[in-house]
């Protein structure tokens, strides 16, 4: 198993749809076995292909709580229903979220309250999940990746120019931006 570095906004892979999925190998199961390590490594709560530099339709997830337990696994060319997200501002300490490839920034985003996501896992069988909740809050962030959205391209706009400056701060916003969990200490 490998940890692969993740692409930091203004990568062209992040900002384009992915691919289908077409070929069920053994080079589809390292990278995601590749995926679950950089997952765990950087830390975070999923991770999609795109976000490894690959343009294809899959995410791994992976969540612990002690109210559920463990809850973690991959969906490839997944399909997503939600709930239409509530109206009104979302609350900044209950909906605020992160990601790898807008690191060591948290911003407050409504979604959804519950999500279903069908796909096939890595031996074609058939995948269904339904939940609520903050994991409902992953499936979706996940699914954006796939159809090239970042959760910064969806805040609002006082957030946006927020964005903005870190991004010109921290250089990114160009192709080629990475980094390495395990090594580069970006607090993400």
Known sequence: MAILPIRITGDPVLHSPADPVTVFDDSLRQLVADMFD?????????????????PLRLFVYGYDTDEFGPWRGVVI?????????????????EEAEGCL????????LRRGDDAIVTGVDLDGNPVELRVSGWRARILQHEFDHLDGY???????????????????????????????PG??????
Do not use: C
């Open 77 to 93: 060319n997944p399909e997503l229903w939600i709930t239409p997200p509530p109206a009104g501002e979302p609350d900044e300490e």
């Open 183 to 188: 090594v580069d200490d970006l607090d993400a």
């Open 150 to 180: 970042l959760y910064v391209d969806r805040l609002g706009k006082h957030d946006r120019k927020i964005v903005a400056k870190v991004t010109r701060k921290m250089g990114w916003g160009v192709p080629g931006a990475q980094w390495m």
């Open 101 to 108: 490839s807008f690191p060591g920034e948290r911003f407050p």
């Open 38 to 54: 950089t997952m765990d490594a950087a830390p975070g709560v999923g991770l999609a292909a795109p976000q490894v530099g690959v």
